[in-house]
Structures are given as structure tokens and as C-alpha cells.
């Protein structure tokens, strides 16, 4: 079962107002008076139910009196270089930890995955870090914070010229397709799915780590 998406950026294209377009960037005609914008940098997020991981003081233990960590990330933040062959995307993000026990400092490490998925379903690649997360004697709440980095091919995130052409041909009102989306015209989008990336974080869970996410 592959989990569900929540994309920071959005994750067929990248839509914006065509006004916040750049230059290099593409900007779609979608209809008579609605534009959008497709970038060569992939969409960010985290997939549902690995935004989050408890741990408990026996393994196979789900009671709350045997509850040790509980862990969330947020904050997914990403900054994107598109000036050379090899698109460049950074992301960071915090983990706010909780501990059940106080007693003692105490540095856990907590571990994550970084995906690049290609049109949707496709693994280019698949990274495991870990983020330390260090709690002071008597402290029951600290911070960590991580990293994951992508390398992509532009050539593999540009659109062939043909279907640049059929997405960005101007269309006036009155025309039989005016109000036609030409992403819906399968051979484009095709070839948007194949030229569309994301990169993927979340907490690295077990099966019943994650099923435990699923079902609270």
C-alpha cells in the first residue's frame, strides 16, 4: 500500500500565478484567461502516516503507561538551484520530540527516509539519516532538526518541444478548444508525468510503526 501525499509544493505541476513566473520557467495556458507555471525544481512533502513515530519501552507494547517517545516533523521548508544540468533540492525540517521519563539527559536518534519518486510512483532514489533530537535532565520536550538533498537531470525534468508547444499554443475565445485543458490530452499528460519529480520525507517506520500511525 503506498501512503497517500501531503505535498508541500504541489506535486503534478507547479502552480502558481503566472505573474510569480521566472525566467526558465514554464508558463501553461490552461483555457482562455488561466495560466500557470511548471518548474524544472520538485515538489516537496511528506506522505501520510510517516510524519509521525512513537516509540514504547517494550516493543511490543501500544499501552500509553509503556509510551517512551513520541515525534513529529514539520516545518519542511526547501530551497531549489535549476542553473545547472543537475537540478539541485534542499530540504530541512524540525522534529519536536516528547519523552514519557525525565530522568537524565538523554540524545535519541530518530531515523528518516528522503525519496525521489518520478510521475508519481517511480523510486529514482531512496536515502536513511537519522536526526538527533537531545533532552536535558528533567526536560520533557526538545528539537531536532534534519536535511535531504535531490540531484535530477534536466533533461529528464524538461518537457519534449511538441508538447511544450501543444501546452503553451495561445488559444483566443471563440476557438473550438479554448476552454480545453491541454493536460488533458493523454500524450501530454503523459509526458508530464514522466518529467514530473518529488522528493519525499518522513520518519523511516517499521510495518507496525506505521500501521500504528494509520489507525490512531
Known amino acids: 500500500m503506498h501512503p497517500a501525499v501531503r505535498i508541500i509544493a504541489p506535486a503534478a505541476i507547479v502552480l502558481a500565478l503566472s505573474g510569480c513566473s521566472k525566467e526558465g520557467d514554464l508558463v501553461l495556458n490552461q483555457g482562455v484567461g ?23 519501552r517494550s516493543a511490543d507494547s501500544r499501552l500509553a503507561s509503556d509510551l517512551d517517545i513520541e515525534a513529529s516533523m514539520t516545518n519542511l521548508r526547501t530551497t531549489c538551484d535549476e542553473a545547472g544540468e543537475r537540478v539541485y533540492a534542499n530540504a530541512t ?6 519523552r514519557a521519563d525525565t530522568r537524565g539527559a538523554r540524545t535519541v536518534e530518530l531515523p528518516y527516509f528522503s525519496v525521489v519518486l518520478r510521475g508519481g510512483s517511480s523510486v529514482v532514489t531512496k536515502r536513511v539519516g537519522t536526526v538527533s533530537v537531545t533532552f536535558a535532565d528533567g526536560q520533557d520536550r526538545a528539537v531536532g532538526r534534519g536535511q535531504a538533498g535531490a540531484f535530477i537531470n534536466r533533461a529528464d525534468a524538461t518537457l519534449p518541444d511538441d508538447v511544450r508547444r501543444k501546452i503553451t499554443r495561445e488559444r483566443r475565445a471563440g476557438d473550438a478548444d479554448a476552454a480545453l ?15 514530473t519529480f518529488e522528493l519525499l520525507v518522513g520518519f523511516q517506520l517499521s510495518q507496525e510503526q506505521l500501521a500504528y500511525n494509520a489507525t490512531r
Open 34 to 56: 488561466v495560466t500557470s507555471v511548471r518548474t524544472l525544481c520538485p515538489a516537496v512533502g511528506i506522505p501520510d502516516y510517516t510524519g509521525d513515530i512513537t516509540t514504547f
Open 93 to 98: 525540517f524540525d522534529v519536536y520530540a516528547s
Open 181 to 195: 485543458d491541454p493536460l488533458a490530452d493523454p500524450e501530454v499528460k503523459a509526458a508530464v508525468q514522466a518529467a
